[in-house]
């Protein structure tokens, strides 16, 4: 895993990337590499890496050229299947001077164009520069695991793994919110991709390539889902045996190749569930013989899960290494957590994982194994489950039996939504009449979610103006998505929505690299998303059970308590872990009349009453979950405008091991 940054001039005239440019880039991100760093520039591109050093430890170098030195790329990621590829490049009379993936891309590359990106299995966001043809390609994988943003200024255009690159490189490049992205992560949770919280800065779309040639932009898809339709080609044609099976051998060679392909060693994370049980114990079997795992526990009881991750850990055998969470952990972290994440969030939940995968590289571990994806390939949120009840109950609005079945929802929550009856049935039974519309099951949270702008500045409402995120994200679904099953229609949503924009972003790749540590994800393997989108809904939701061919799958594996017990997301305590005795001095700072009214985000009087009413409850009592989230998505906020736009730290002075410079 790595960081990757670089400039180019769309035409003869813009400025050639500098060398000091470049180091700066590297410095920005040194977190996501610290092993080593290179850069590559001509007259019209420039390249940077920060290499986290995973595979072909003594030869895998970035920037890294092709034989005639004509094609060179800076890659973050892991591909997978390069073992296979090389073969196969090899076979078509190709030379490799490394034992690397990287390499593989470039060849691939070579011989398959834009196609070589459907071929590869991993994780990546690739920068390409053909020196002959002078184009610039840019790729980022099926999913969005990896990250990657550009923008244009100047007639350059600058990308980069993470913002801070960017802004790092040229400090004219100007920095700002924008406030449509405020406007989808109060929404969504996340913003959407191609757009960012920055204005003028895009992030590339996962499963789109894009490129830059004689002054023209293309940008394509080269991978989209393909859900199970009736009759249809992608549609699993075996039992619900048959698919057990089939998801068991995926799943075990998905796991396989990431826990064998690195040259270091390989842990996993073991968060008490059952995805990450499965994927720890076929994890083991891979290795065939003992690994690490790695837990986070909470000091409130609402949250934790100890008692499950200890009985994984010791049913495996493993040598397991555990944290404990208290509020005043997650305050005193958050604002590192914001500035690698670069974006609002409205859960504290990344905290913990920051300090998890702090635990991680102090064990001397760089690569880990997790359960992320499952749930939106096997259907196990209750979201899902809402959607389905809700759209039988709107079959028969006025039946009192069917609304019962909301009791199913939410076991884990103290303050569950379905708790109090007469509420939960107004919540819940809301535009039933548009059960088979797009975005049915996700409309009550966006609804939900999106009354915390009422807390918005009249700049940013201005901005705004009529925008209506949902209406427009809506827009983009593709012609298939009606010819798919209602769930497969809630999974693709909740990808496109939460999984890459928040779940794999603001919780993964940014807390894992935080403290350079890879993670790995074989949920999200090529062939098991395949796999798991061509299965009926009912092998995933079987009524109301929940990644039902899963708990089949994994049944000899996983202890049956585990596999039996209601499921809890992962969360982690809110709004009141930044109140109270102790609390450290930032969360006053940013949130003072005059850094909010220097942000302009939010209204200064709103933010300032909801952050008393929450200093309130310090000593006690309860606070709404859209309050908790409105705090904690005023204090992200806050912090990122002091930490990104505002005033950000230098660029770390790094060493350049690698360095090819045409124009010297």
């Known amino acids: 895993m790595c960081g990757i940054a670089g400039i180019f001039a769309r035409n003869e005239t813009a400025k050639t990337p500098t060398r000091e440019e470049l180091a700066r880039m590297c410095g920005a991100m040194h977190h996501r590499g610290p092993d080593e760093f290179g850069i590559f520039r001509d007259a019209r591109c420039g390249l940077a890496h920060a290499r986290l050093s995973i595979i072909d430890l003594s030869t895998g170098q970035q920037p890294l050229s092709n034989q005639d030195g004509t094609l060179w790329i800076a890659f973050n990621g892991e591909i997978f299947n390069y073992v296979e590829l090389r073969e196969e490049l090899v076979a078509l009379g190709h030379v490799f001077k490394t034992k690397s993936d990287t390499e593989v891309i470039v060849h691939a590359y070579e011989a398959w164009g834009d196609e070589a990106f459907a071929k590869m299995n991993g994780q990546w966001a690739v920068a390409l520069w053909d020196e002959k043809k002078k184009k610039l390609v840019l790729s980022r994988d099926r999913v969005g695991v990896r990250p990657l943003y550009i923008t244009e200024h100047a007639g350059r255009v600058f990308f980069g793994s993470e913002v801070k690159a960017i802004f790092a490189a040229d400090p004219s490049v100007p920095r700002a919110f924008d406030a449509v992205g405020l406007e989808e992560t109060f929404t969504f949770w996340s913003i959407v991709p191609p757009r960012s919280v920055f204005e003028n800065v895009e992030e590339l779309r996962a499963g789109y390539v894009r490129t830059y040639e004689n002054g023209k932009v293309h940008e394509h898809a080269y991978w989209e889902p393909k859900y199970c339709e009736p009759g249809g080609a992608n549609t699993f044609k075996g039992t619900l045996e048959d698919a057990t099976v089939a998801v068991r051998e995926a799943l075990e060679k998905a796991t396989a190749l990431r826990m064998l392909r690195a040259d270091v060693q390989v842990g996993s994370y073991l968060s008490g569930g059952l995805d990450s049980s499965f994927v720890a114990a076929l994890g083991l079997r891979a290795k065939g013989e003992k690994f690490s795992t790695f837990s986070v526990g909470f000091e409130d009881a609402e949250y934790d899960e100890t008692q499950f991750q200890k009985q994984m850990a010791a049913r ?329 736009l505002a005033r950000p730290a230098a660029p770390r002075d790094v060493p350049i091991k690698t360095m090819v410079d045409r124009l010297a």
């Open 316 to 644: 495996l055998g493993t040598e397991h290494h555990a944290i404990t969470v208290k509020s005043g952990d997650i305050a005193n972290v958050f604002p590192d957590v914001i500035r690698f994440a670069e974006r609002p969030v409205l859960r504290t939940a990344p905290a913990p994982l920051f300090l998890l995968s702090k635990l991680v590289h102090d064990a001397g571990i760089k690569v880990v194994l997790t359960g992320e994806g499952a749930d939106e390939m096997f259907a196990g949120y209750d979201l899902f489950r809402e959607g389905k009840v809700r759209r039988f109950w709107a079959k028969d609005p006025k039946s009192k039996r069917r609304p019962l079945l909301l009791d199913r929802l939410y076991p884990y929550l103290a303050r569950s939504p379905v708790a109090q009856k007469a509420m939960a049935t107004q919540f819940f039974g809301r535009n039933l009449e548009n059960s088979g519309s797009p975005g049915f099951a996700h409309e009550a949270r966006w609804r939900s979610t999106a009354a915390l702008k009422r807390l918005f500045s009249g700049d940013v409402i201005a901005k705004v103006g009529t925008t209506d995120v949902t209406a427009n994200f809506l827009a983009t679904l593709p012609p298939e998505f009606s010819r798919w099953s209602h769930l497969a229609q809630d999974q693709y949503i909740e990808i496109r929505t939460l999984l890459t924009g928040y779940l794999l972003s603001s919780q993964g790749d940014r807390m894992l690299m935080g403290n350079s540590v890879e993670g790995r994800f074989p949920f999200l393997d090529k062939d098991v998303i395949a796999l798991a989108d061509s299965l009926p809904a009912s092998y995933k939701l079987h009524v109301l059970d929940e990644k039902h061919v899963l708990k089949l799958a994994s049944k000899d594996l996983v202890p049956a308590d585990i596999l039996a017990r209601k499921k809890q997301p992962y969360r982690a305590p809110d709004a009141l872990s930044f109140v109270g005795a102790g609390t450290p001095s930032w969360v006053e700072d940013v949130m003072s009349e005059k850094a909010v009214r220097e942000a302009g985000v939010f209204s200064v009087d709103g933010a300032r009453t909801l952050w008393d009413k929450c200093k309130a409850r310090a000593a006690g009592g309860q606070f709404s979950n859209a309050d908790n989230m409105a705090v904690v998505g005023i204090l992200s906020t806050q912090l990122v405008h002091e930490s990104i």
